[in-house]
C-alpha cells in the first residue's frame, strides 16, 4: 500500500516537471497575411493582417464609411495604439451578425488575435488589458408571461 502511494508521488512529481507553458508560434499563410476569427454577441468577424500603409477594408467598404461611430472606431484601432502599430499594416475584415457595436467588439477581438498571430511577443501586452478574451455576454432571452426577459407586466390591485 504505500509502495503504491510512493509510486504515485513520483508519478505526479514527475509529470508536474514535465509541464512547460505553452509556445506562442508566428502563424502566417502562404501570402505573408496573419488569419484570426474573432466574435462578440451575435457578430463574427474574420481578419486577415499584412503590412502595409494602414488601410482597413471592412465588407468591401472603407471601416469609416462602415463603422460611423466614433466610440466604435476607437475600440477598433486600440491594439494598434496599445503596441505603437497605428498606420503600419494593411487589415481586411469580414463582418457577420449582430449591430454595429457587436461587430466593432468582434473585430477588435479578431484584430488582437491575428496581431498575436503576427508576433507572438505582442500576446502579454495584449492579454493583460483584455483584447485577447471573448467577451461572453449574450441577451438574455424573453420569458413567457412577462413583457422582456425581466420587466413585468404591470401589476393592478383593484
Known sequence: MLEDVEERREYLKKVNSTNKPPVYKRKVNENGEA???????????????????????????????????????????????????????????????????????????????????????????MKENGFLTRDSREVEPKKYGRKKARKSFQWVKR
Open 35 to 125: 488569419y484570426a476569427i474573432g466574435s462578440r454577441k451575435r457578430s463574427k468577424a474574420k481578419v486577415w493582417l499584412r503590412p502595409g500603409t494602414g488601410d482597413i477594408v471592412v465588407n468591401g467598404r472603407s471601416w469609416v464609411d462602415y463603422f460611423r461611430r466614433l466610440d466604435q472606431r476607437d475600440k477598433i484601432l486600440k491594439p494598434f495604439g496599445l503596441l505603437r502599430l497605428t498606420g503600419s499594416m494593411d487589415v481586411t475584415c469580414e463582418v457577420k451578425g449582430g449591430g454595429t457595436t457587436g461587430q466593432a467588439e468582434a473585430f477588435r477581438h479578431a484584430l488582437a488575435r491575428a496581431l498575436q498571430n503576427w508576433n507572438p511577443e505582442y500576446r502579454p501586452t
